[in-house]
């Protein structure tokens, strides 16, 4: 079930794997406070070096959660939220189901109390 999502986004598993580490998270959330970043931007609102900065939003595009591109000399990313949106959509799939497999046991459990009465 951890498959490529229908849609041609990046895989659930890529992104689970991208959104492990901690301070890929804080770039997402920065560059979804700021719309759009250079990776020296970034780095300087981060414990970490722009080369680190670069290597883990190389990651995060990899994983289809940020898109890069050009102005001038600059290279600057922006969240891309396709791949998000259908990971949110599968944990909600799977929460459904597991909403509707609990709700069976809870109905077959009250049944079996009331027979036993």
Not at 6 to 34: C, I, N, W, Y
Not at 68 to 85: F, I, K, Q, T
Request: proline letters at 3%; one cysteine or more; a positive charge.
């Amino acid at each position: 079930m951890t498959d490529t999502p229908r849609d041609g986004v990046a895989s659930v598993d890529s992104v689970f794997a991208a959104l492990a580490d901690p301070t890929r998270r804080r770039l997402l959330d920065l560059l979804a406070e700021q719309g759009e970043a250079t990776a020296t931007t970034l780095a300087g609102r981060l414990p970490v070096s722009r080369q680190a900065v670069v290597k883990h939003l190389a990651v995060l595009d990899a994983a289809e959660l940020v898109t890069c591109g050009r102005v001038g000399r600059e290279v600057r990313y922006a969240v891309r939220p396709a791949a998000l949106n259908a990971t949110a959509r599968w944990m909600a799939a799977l929460a459904a189901d597991w909403d509707r497999r609990l709700a069976n046991i809870k109905r077959i459990a009250e049944e079996a109390e009331r027979d036993a009465r």
